[in-house]
């Protein structure tokens, strides 16, 4: 799948650090998306953006901070973040609204570790 | 959104068909029936999605129930790169805030 690219693939940061998570996608989409993937749960939707507005968050920590400043990137920003935050943070992007179904493609993700 | 119940693992002779059941009791009307993939180290990838109708793609078939109460995804001719953890998941089609709640899924071994 190359139509949603995330970088970095792996991080590594102390808890005082800050990061940003990349996320981009060439598919034309107006949705996109944040998961967190912790070992052994159920993927968790942080964040979901339509038409660039933010119209859903997951009662997420602040130390999480989403932006996105097109139709096409998203970032997610991270601040002070806690050890249980470690996991793999996906991107996904999907076309809502109109007429016929449109999946949501998902980037391979970033493997986030909090040392 | 309903929920959904997958056990946790399956094997799969290759070559073989590949069944992955699904239950999905409390599913209403409007509610759509998905299913995606993850193989190690990938982002979730999607299958196939049915409302009451079977369908099939060139990936899968998708047989739902009369009673739409549960729903089997059916890999015809495995393959070893079909290892991946399989989940069904139940939503309101066209609902950008309603999340797609994905559960544990079903981890299937394709075994030579």
């Known amino acids: 799948e190359t139509g949603v690219t995330q970088t970095p693939r792996h991080l590594v940061m102390g808890m005082t650090n800050k990061k940003s998570l990349k996320c981009e996608q060439h598919l034309g989409h107006n949705a996109m998306y944040w998961y967190k993937q912790s070992a052994k749960k159920p993927l968790e939707l942080m964040f979901v953006?339509?038409?660039?507005?933010?119209?859903e968050n997951n009662s997420v920590p602040s130390r999480f901070s989403p932006e996105c400043p097109n139709s096409s990137h998203l970032f997610l920003h991270l601040h002070t973040l806690q050890p249980e935050d470690s996991a793999l943070y996906l991107c996904a992007s999907s076309q809502e609204g109109g007429t016929g179904f449109q999946p949501q493609h998902f980037g391979d993700g970033t493997r986030l570790s909090i040392l | 959104d309903a929920k959904t119940t997958q056990p946790p693992s399956m094997d799969c002779a290759e070559g073989r068909a590949a069944n992955l059941p699904c239950n999905h009791s409390t599913i209403s009307g409007n509610e759509y029936v998905y299913w995606y993939r993850q193989i190690h180290s990938q982002g979730p990838q999607y299958i196939i999605h049915g409302l009451k109708n079977n369908e099939t793609n060139e990936m899968a078939s998708l047989i739902i129930t009369e009673d739409r109460k549960s729903s089997t995804l059916i890999l015809p001719h495995a393959t070893l790169r079909d290892t991946a953890v399989y989940y069904c998941i139940v939503r309101v089609a066209y609902d950008t805030g309603n999340q797609f709640y994905f559960g544990t899924g079903t981890s299937l071994t394709v075994i030579p």
């Open positions: 953006y339509s038409l660039e507005e933010r119209v």
